[in-house]
């Protein structure tokens, strides 16, 4: 039985309606309406509680606020992949999972109590948990060592929580902004014809002014370095609206060949928009994978056309998962999206969001036998989590991604960038798998968190000695 609450006028209502997966929505730190709505509010956790092989995956979201047409795909995603494993599957190994979307309104405070609230839900506790936000997952790497439970940042965070050593409970899987900055100025270098001809080159970086966008900038300023490209950086406050006078500095002053943009939620289409108006062409604009989805561009009409934005994972409707999870769920109307939103970019980002967590779940099961298993375990499968290409196809993610490996040492796990473009309808790829290089970012990672170990008086695991 799903039970959800959402969020109206500052109130909280609610639905009922049957899916595979037990489920409670609730927003935190709001008085409810009645003590009947508080006591539904409770249902999910006192349930779960009553069931002692029942795995518990907690879903942080925001569904609500002006990240909401992000956030909102994301969160349905991660819920129908949940839902597919107990219809079609039974669960993983025999053990049913359980979840609980919080709403955080992509807030860190509210995050914070989120995690704080179900970290320890019966019977072992939460497995992993998933911030979909850097100043969440920021707040939580203090926490998360006490507590023992992993986070997983697929694709955002502190890059150098890549080194496993120093941040034991961090798992940046499938790419870092460190890889994602590498990549799209490699992707550049193969357009102007080499990195030789990248110097006196003008590249800006549009960013959104939080901890997320400014992740990128120590790569950007030391590859401008090697390069000789110039390098000028524009901040844009949250939520990102107003950025007319932005654009006219970078249009009619700086006059970059390349604008790369770490943009979030509104700020994206915004800043497209932007650049149309002022004639900017879009396919000089790339945008990270985050600024690389429907709500992007769909805003933007066809002023987006050309725009480019890397990505971790490919779009559309296009694997076995898809097919199933149309089966299982939506064909029985027990989908979380409309059926047309399955297969956008930010629904798959999601499900693989979960099936990484799943499939850590499984890899630890193998050790620890087929039960619910403590955030401590779970962790123990992330790193040895192994998603060749065979295993990709078993779990029908054939197309989708990237293999992935992590290990002790490296909680990112190889990963690999292409470009994708839009094309007022679709995103295509233009480019190869792109690997990032590692001889350069891997010196960084680790001596950043080297830095971050000798502040928190930290001493890094010999992975030498780890089982």
């Known amino acids: 039985m799903l039970i ?71 969160a349905n995603g991660f ?10 599957d039974g669960g993983i190994n025999g053990v049913k999972i359980t979840t ?7 807030a860190t405070d509210r995050g914070i109590e989120c995690y704080e609230r179900l970290k320890n839900h019966a019977p072992t506790g939460a497995a992993a948990f998933s911030p979909l936000s850097t100043g969440i997952t920021y707040a939580l790497i203090e926490r998360a060592p006490g507590d023992k439970i992993p986070v997983v940042s697929m694709g955002y965070g502190r890059a150098d929580s890549a080194d496993g050593r120093v941040f034991p409970w961090v798992f940046p899987i499938l790419g870092t902004y460190w890889t994602q900055a590498d990549t799209l100025v490699h992707y ?52 990102g609206l107003e950025q007319k006078s932005t654009w006219l500095q970078i249009a009619r002053e700086y006059r970059p060949d390349w604008t790369f943009m770490w943009g979030w939620g509104v700020m994206n289409s915004t800043a497209i928009k932007e650049a149309a108006a002022i004639g900017y062409p879009r396919d000089h604009l790339i945008g990270v994978w985050w600024s690389g989805a429907e709500p992007d561009v769909i ?3 066809d002023g987006a056309i050309g725009y480019k934005s890397g990505a971790m994972h490919a779009a559309g409707p296009v694997a076995a998962v898809h097919q199933d999870i149309f089966k299982y769920l939506y064909d029985k109307g027990k989908g979380a999206a ?12 999601g499900m693989i969001n979960a099936a990484l967590v799943v499939e850590a779940i499984r890899t630890a099961q193998g050790k620890f036998g087929d039960k619910p298993l403590t955030g401590e375990q779970v962790r123990w499968g992330l790193e040895n989590l192994n998603l060749d290409d065979k295993r990709i196809k ?26 994708q473009q839009w094309d007022g309808k679709k995103w295509n790829f233009i480019s190869d798998w792109l690997t990032p290089d590692q001889k350069l970012l891997r010196p960084m990672v680790e001596e950043s968190a080297a830095k971050y170990a000798k502040e928190k008086n930290i001493t890094p695991r010999d992975c030498g000695k780890e089982s």
């Open 4 to 74: 959800s609450a959402y969020e109206l006028n500052d109130h909280v209502t609610t639905r009922l309606r049957t899916r595979g997966v037990t489920m409670i929505r609730c927003r935190p730190g709001i008085a409810l309406l009645s003590a009947a709505i508080a006591a539904i509010c409770l249902v999910g956790s006192d349930a779960s509680a009553q069931g002692q092989n029942e795995q518990f995956i907690p879903s942080l979201v925001y569904r609500t606020g002006p990240y909401a047409p992000n956030g909102i795909p994301f």
């Open 79 to 88: 819920s129908d992949y949940l839902a597919l494993m107990n219809e079609r």
């Open 100 to 106: 609980e979307e919080c709403e955080t309104g992509y």
């Open 188 to 239: 550049v270098a193969m357009q102007e014809g080499g990195y030789d001809k990248l110097k006196g080159k003008k590249i800006a970086f549009i960013y959104h002014d939080s901890p997320y966008g400014k992740e990128p900038i120590p790569v950007f300023q030391e590859l401008a370095r090697r390069h000789g490209f110039q390098l000028e950086m524009y901040p844009v406050a949250a939520p």
């Open 299 to 301: 805003p933007a009409g």
């Open 338 to 349: 409309k059926r047309e939103e399955v297969g956008q970019v930010l629904y798959n980002r």
């Open 394 to 419: 078993e779990i029908g993610f054939e197309g989708l991604i990237a293999p992935v490996k992590l290990s002790c040492a490296d909680h990112e796990g190889g990963s690999r960038v292409r470009i």
